[in-house]
């Protein structure tokens, strides 16, 4: 008499724990999917240049030519549409940078607000970078930009 509750004990717990299974997994499959970007696509092509040829003087690997990055925002319930464009992606020690070349017509100035304006949407749309290079052909120069902790005191 006793193998038969254990019997419907094991049933009853094996329904209940079926049941949450498949409620679980039909919940999973109906969530949106995340927005993020999670791999960095990389182009083949990659059109050598002052830049490329910079960045391997100082020791890092181009390994993706330029990118088109399309970004759809709803506001309102109107799409708005934009793009970020990413010029070259480089390797080093294992590390993955999104690298930007500099612009003779937008030269750049290195102030708190036009660093975040200018390289905090490509950290947050590709979080498995290490950081942003900063090519500027003009000087020859590599500038490495990577997020780190706020380190000012909040007395």
Known sequence: MDSRYDTFLVAAIGAVLAIWALYAFRSWLREPEHPRLYAIPLNEEIEEGPASAILEENGY???GGRLRVPLAFDVNGETIQSRLYIDYIAEQDRGIYIVKTSRRRKPM???GSEIR???LPLLLLYPEVVGVLYVDTEERTV???????DE????
């Open 61 to 63: 690997e181009v390994i």
């Open 109 to 111: 100035e290195w102030s």
């Open 117 to 119: 304006d200018k390289f």
């Open 143 to 149: 500038r490495r930009i990577v997020l780190t902790a």
């Open 152 to 155: 000012w005191n909040h007395d």
